[in-house]
């Protein structure tokens, strides 16, 4: 008899049948994760997300007269890089650590839970006051360690807390009375805990929980709010700039977006002041020094006269002496210039990190110089503020430093530059002057000193009057001085419905999870596991064995009514398997061998089960079953007997079989290879060897061609037994022809090992 054909469904009809017939994963998945769900609603305190905008007004234009301290800027100005900056402080260091004390967040307020415990912001009943003149050493205090207050009665509790803190994993363990209102020493940290005024939820009695509290080092709170903080322009190159925060409770959520929106402009509305305030510095400082100098020169002026006993001089060279006013008050000009270049070099090559003054304040309005001023005096502030922060590792750092002493020496040649021109010109008005002079020789010597004395104190008073009107227009700027950025949507939650844990979300993650459940089941068992699945698997291991029957399951385990069934498949498969051992032919009595691979098959079933349908047939039969095996309840057919074996040799059976006219004997076995060592292998006329999907692996497929290669079996028949892949009606629910309802434990072990199988 030739093997038949073997039958392989094509790739995808094969995924989806073995995909749909592991539906009690996808059922035992759902139930795991849908009881996930609801534990993490109950135990998870419900996060918000919460969003505030933030305005960043343009800058005015360095070419602006009216502006004389230029915003503060990193890079080249564009309007682009001025809100990518500002949009990176709305969420840096300084600003959120800011927050942080104003709102007391280092202190977190818990309620005691089952798995997890919920932050009470603002409705603890209790407060609890950190003594910060004991912290001395972060390492030694137990940041993140929650204490409980337990059994409050009265103004006593217990406070229980445990856990490790610090980066030698310290253990701390309290379980002690105390107070409210006094002192708690834990470690190296001192608390004190009182109850909170008008506090809505009770401490003790019915309907109080257990509620506790966590210190947290300040720094560690900022970084972990800055973690959770997003800005993002609203459109591309807008002044609008959006901070998205996700927090629990709601209240934290929109506390800490207000904060960060306040301490954000007061920061940029002081840095502001301070500009103004050193500008304005700077011109006061000059208006004293021009004072005393115009002081100095009244008093000179008012000698001269009295010594010289002069009220007034008819002069008469009144051109030339306008032509001389008129180059003083050059000189003047120039003279103002050349000091503030003077200044600014000398600040230059020392290295001085003061910030130099604007040169519209002496009346420089040289466009680039503006620029290079300003444009340093930034890149100083910017540098200042790192190294405050402690941010000198950072590369932005080393390279703000490289572009600091590059615009130091531009700036450095470009003052040089102006310097040495305005000296220039200096010398050509004294040459015009020292010229105008000459042809004054003329004139009385006393006129020329009186007109001396007096252009100087003409050029103090125009000075001194300048520098006034400077500075009461810097007064009023800082007057009407308004923050260029401004808070227009205060915090407000983005969804009414919590960010986390999102029912909808969650259940849908569930559902999405478990129908993946069978395809990663399939995927690994098909990566890790070695059992056969099918007919395809034994021509692959054994191509040259035989095959001869394919008996899918049976939920029919009554061997009479099995055997009755003549429309069940699994009795159409056993009857084909008899009928083909008939013609096989053979002198009686025909020993047949029923085993496993390796005995992990129900080799004892196939065997009751064909023995059954050979005396169905008209066969005198003999099963052989060992003495370990229960007991067969059911009664007899007729020609059918049952012999133990016992430790009996099975030439002997085999010879009383003989003497008694039995046709064939049915043995059971336990694996082929306790059939190879077995004493009776030679008087074996075939072996029937079991091979179940699930159970058989390839491994033992293996040893069995092996043995079989030695010649150390007698013929040997495959049999795939127990195949699945056919349903039964409603998955055993139903009767089918042939076959029985399956029972509620049966149905459950059924189903399972089909979707494992």
Not at 319 to 339: G, P
């Amino acid at each position: 008899m030739t093997t038949p054909p073997v039958h392989v469904d094509t790739d995808l009809k094969s995924f989806f049948g073995r995909y749909l017939r592991s539906w009690p994963i996808v059922a035992v998945t759902g139930i795991f994760l849908l009881a996930l769900v609801v534990l993490i609603i109950l135990n998870v305190q419900p996060s918000y997300s919460g969003s505030t905008s933030i305005v960043i007004l343009t800058p005015m234009r360095h070419d602006d007269p009216n502006r004389m301290v230029q915003p503060k800027e990193t890079a080249a100005r564009t309007d682009k890089n001025y809100y990518l900056n500002e949009q990176l402080r709305i969420t840096s260091q300084p600003i959120i650590s800011r927050v942080v004390e104003k709102l007391k967040l280092r202190t977190k307020y818990v309620q005691e839970g089952l798995l997890l415990d919920w932050d009470m912001y603002k409705d603890s009943p209790i407060l609890v006051e950190l003594d910060t003149s004991s912290v001395h050493n972060s390492t030694l205090v137990p940041y993140g360690v929650a204490f409980y207050l337990h059994g409050v009665r009265g103004d006593d509790f217990q406070l229980v807390g445990d856990g490790t803190y610090g980066p030698d994993k310290k253990e701390i363990d309290v379980n002690q009375p105390a107070k409210f209102g006094e002192w708690i020493a834990l470690d190296a940290m001192r608390v004190r805990i009182s109850k909170a005024p008008n506090a809505k939820l009770p401490l003790e009695g019915p309907g109080s929980y257990r509620y506790g509290f966590v210190q947290y080092d300040p720094h560690q709170v900022t970084l972990t709010v800055m973690a959770s903080l997003t800005a993002e322009p609203g459109v591309a190159e807008a002044t609008t700039v959006n901070v998205t925060y996700t927090a629990a409770p709601r209240a934290k959520t929109l506390d800490i977006l207000n904060a960060i929106g306040a301490e954000y402009t007061a920061v940029h509305l002081a840095e502001q002041q301070q500009d103004l305030d050193r500008t304005i510095a700077t011109v006061q400082q000059e208006i004293v020094k021009n004072n005393q100098q115009l002081s100095t020169l009244g008093d000179r002026l008012e000698s001269f006269k009295e010594g010289e006993n002069i009220t007034n001089l008819d002069h008469s060279t009144i051109l030339m002496q306008e032509n001389v006013a008129s180059l003083d008050t050059r000189w003047e000009a120039l003279s103002v210039q050349f000091k503030y270049y003077d200044n600014l070099s000398k600040q230059l090559r020392s290295g001085d990190e003061a910030k130099p003054s604007s040169p519209k304040a002496f009346s420089i309005t040289d466009p680039l110089l503006n620029d290079m001023t300003a444009s340093y005096a930034k890149l100083q502030s910017d540098v200042a503020m790192l190294r405050k922060e402690g941010k000198t590792a950072n590369p932005s750092y080393n390279r703000m430093l490289k572009m600091l002493d590059q615009q130091r020496e531009n700036l450095l040649n470009s003052v040089e530059s102006f310097r040495e021109n305005t000296r220039i010109n200096m010398q050509n008005l004294d040459a015009q002057r020292k010229e105008l002079q000459a042809k004054q020789s003329a004139v009385p010597k006393l006129d020329r000193l009186l007109m001396d004395r007096e252009r100087d104190q003409r050029t103090q008073e125009t000075v001194t009057s300048g520098l006034m009107a400077r500075l009461s227009d810097l007064n009023v700027q800082r007057a009407a001085l308004t923050p260029e950025v401004s808070v227009i949507t205060p915090a407000y939650l983005t969804n009414l419905d919590p960010a986390f844990p999102n029912i909808v979300l969650l259940l849908a993650a569930a559902v999405l999870l478990a129908l993946m459940a069978p395809l990663v089941y399939m995927v690994a068992k098909s990566m890790l596991s070695g059992k056969i699945t099918g007919a395809g698997d034994l021509a692959k291991a054994l191509p040259d064995a035989h095959i001869a029957s394919t008996v899918p399951y049976s939920s029919n385990l009554n061997l009479a009514k099995f055997t009755a069934s003549t429309k069940s498949e699994a009795t159409i498969e056993i009857a084909k398997l008899a009928a083909w051992l008939e013609q096989q032919g053979g002198n009686p009595p025909q020993v047949i061998h029923v085993c496993g691979t390796n005995g992990s098959e129900s080799s004892g079933l196939l065997a009751s089960r064909l023995a059954w349908m050979l005396a169905h047939r008209g066969k005198k039969v003999l099963l052989v079953r060992d003495g370990g095996a229960p007991p067969i309840k059911a009664a007899l057919p007729q020609g059918l007997s049952i012999a133990l074996m016992n430790g009996n040799d099975l030439g002997g059976i085999k010879q009383k079989a003989g003497t008694d006219g039995t046709d064939v004997v049915v043995v059971e076995g336990s694996s082929a290879d306790m059939l190879a060592i077995a004493p009776y292998v030679g008087k074996v006329d075939q072996a029937l060897v079991v091979c179940q999907p699930g159970k058989t692996t390839k491994d033992d497929l293996e040893k069995l061609a092996t043995t079989r290669a030695n010649g150390q079996l007698p013929p040997v028949v495959l049999v795939l037994d127990g195949v699945k892949d056919k349903a039964l009606p409603w998955f055993g629910l139903a009767r089918k022809n042939g076959e029985q309802r399956l029972g509620f434990c049966r149905f459950f072990r059924y189903n399972w090992s089909r979707a494992v199988s």
